[in-house]
């Protein structure tokens, strides 16, 4: 059982940048891995994800602004976030699935880290 452990997170003015990392105690070459993001009241929403081959994906309100990346020499996921809006507010998870079908579909992610908050002001 992977355990994934993020950091990060902070407060930072619109227009600037914070870099996510979660640490996963396990090869990461082995899972689908993605960024979730919650804000209070609402359900977990897909950020980001890569495949095991590397392959992204990216909500459309990201897209251009945020990079997701996998280091599997360090077993560690990031998440790049740039242009950053107040609306990027939340709480950032990382997640891994050892078979995710639908990429951000939240049920189909097995390990989940506890989550790094990200504020951003204006």
């Known amino acids: 059982q992977v355990q994934l452990v993020e950091s990060g997170g902070g407060s930072a003015q619109a227009g600037g940048s914070l870099r996510l990392t979660c640490v996963a105690s396990?090869?990461?070459?082995?899972?689908?891995m993605a960024w979730f993001r919650q804000h209070p009241g609402t359900e977990r929403e897909a950020v980001a994800t890569?495949?095991?081959?590397?392959?992204?994906t990216y909500a459309d309100t990201v897209k251009g602004r945020f990079t997701i990346s996998k280091d599997n020499v360090k077993n560690t996921l990031y998440l790049q976030m740039n242009s950053l809006k107040l609306e990027d507010s939340g709480r950032y998870y990382c997640?891994?699935?050892?078979?995710?079908?639908?990429?951000?579909?939240?049920?189909?992610?097995?390990?989940w880290g506890q989550g790094t908050q990200v504020t951003v002001s204006s």
């Open positions: 890569v495949d095991r081959d590397g392959r992204s």
């Open positions: 396990e090869y990461t070459t082995r899972y689908f």
């Open positions: 997640a891994a699935g050892l078979y995710v079908a639908d990429a951000v579909a939240e049920y189909e992610y097995d390990y």
